[in-house]
């Protein structure tokens, strides 16, 4: 079966950090593209960040360039989100996703809270 | 890239057929093909129904379909049931990135 388990997430204050997890199974992790989706109270879906089998290619939502950094650790069958100078803004419930190859997301984790709130 | 425009919500009784609507611009929803659509229970993940515009994933109901015409691409509900009920989403993937829709809220009378 295909899961993923997101954690990590918290109350954090404005300016803060956070690094979010997701470990997967049931698939090969090493052989497809993953990505970290955002659902926001204000905003709703909003894509974040992809990244490549290898770890080398990333991609990112213009409104956390320079703040969020995906990671990857196929040995460990595990996904990363560092998330720096956090806003109130990316307060949401944030999944982690497996890309299908077909420009969609297939199998969604159920999700780890954050809260940039003072 | 902004969120594609769908309608905020839709309803059918049991048994009818629901059409929702996700509206963009030549380059997010007319020049691609990766249309996807998403339902979403409450306090649930998203879970994939429609891809490339009008493929199903395995185990998905045929009851489901989606179509795409210039700007403007829909998914159809056919056979309303309970279990349908819930948000559904929209999705356009072009270029590095994905943009979702607002998303629509359906009501089974």
């Known amino acids: 079966e295909v899961q993923s388990v997101e954690s990590g997430g918290g109350l954090v204050q404005p300016g803060g950090s956070l690094r979010l997890s997701c470990a997967a199974s049931g698939f090969t992790f090493r052989s497809v593209w993953m990505a970290w989706v955002r659902q926001g109270p204000v905003k709703g879906l909003e894509w974040v960040a992809n990244i490549d089998q290898d770890g080398i290619v990333t991609n990112y939502l213009d409104s956390v360039k320079g703040r969020f950094t995906v990671s990857r650790d196929n040995a460990k069958n595990s996904l990363y989100l560092q998330m720096n100078a956090l806003r109130a803004d990316d307060t949401a419930v944030y999944y982690c996703?497996?890309?299908?190859?077909?420009?969609?997301?297939?199998?969604w984790g159920q999700g780890t809270l954050v809260t940039v709130s003072s | 890239q902004s969120a594609l425009t769908q309608p905020p919500s839709a309803s059918g009784s049991p048994g009818q057929s629901v059409t929702i609507s996700c509206t963009g611009t030549s380059s997010s929803v007319a020049n691609y093909n990766y249309i996807s659509w998403y339902h979403q229970h409450p306090g649930k993940a998203p879970k994939l129904i429609i891809y490339?515009?009008?493929k199903r994933p395995s185990g998905v109901p045929d009851r489901f379909s989606g179509s795409k015409a210039g700007n403007t691409a829909s998914l159809t509900v056919s056979g309303l049931q309970p279990e349908d009920e819930g948000d559904y989403y929209c999705?356009?993937?072009?270029?590095?990135?994905?943009?979702f829709g607002t998303g629509t809220t359906v009501t089974v009378l």
């Open positions: 999705s356009s993937h072009g270029g590095l990135s994905y943009v």
């Open positions: 490339e515009v009008t």
């Open positions: 996703a497996r890309d299908s190859g077909w420009g969609a997301h297939d199998y």
